[in-house]
C-alpha cells in the first residue's frame, strides 16, 4: 500500500493520498501530517481515489487526524472517495465532521 503526503506552503493545503486500504499501518503517517498542522492555518485534502476498503482503524485514524489537528468540517475534505465507501462514511456520521467532494 503507498500513501503519500504532499504539502503546498503557499496554499496551506496538505494532501493525503491513500491507496487500497486505509487502516492502522497509516498511522505514523497521519501523526506526521497532524504535527505538519499545528498552530497553521491549513487545510486537509484526503483524496480516497484509490482506497477500496476502510477498517475499523481506519475511521479511527480519520477522526485522530480531526482531534489532533482541531481542524473544523470545512477544514478537512474528503475527495475521490468510491460512493460505498462515502455511504459506509455518512452510516458513521464522519460527514459532520469532515467534507465530501
Not at 483524496?47 to 482503524?57: A, L, V
Request: hydrophobic share 40%; aromatic share 10%.
Amino acid at each position: 500500500m503507498s500513501f503519500n503526503v504532499g504539502t503546498a506552503t503557499e496554499t496551506n493545503v496538505i494532501t493525503l493520498a491513500t491507496s487500497e486500504i486505509l487502516d492502522f499501518s497509516l498511522c505514523q503517517e497521519f501523526w506526521h501530517a497532524a504535527q505538519q498542522a499545528r498552530d497553521r492555518d491549513v487545510i486537509f485534502v484526503i483524496d480516497m481515489g484509490q482506497t477500496e476498503m476502510i477498517r475499523d482503524s481506519g475511521y479511527a485514524l480519520l477522526l485522530m487526524l480531526r482531534e489532533c489537528t482541531g481542524k473544523d468540517q470545512s477544514d478537512i475534505n474528503i475527495v475521490n472517495c468510491r460512493p460505498e465507501l462515502q455511504r459506509q462514511l455518512q452510516a458513521r456520521d464522519f460527514d459532520r465532521y469532515f467534507t465530501f467532494t
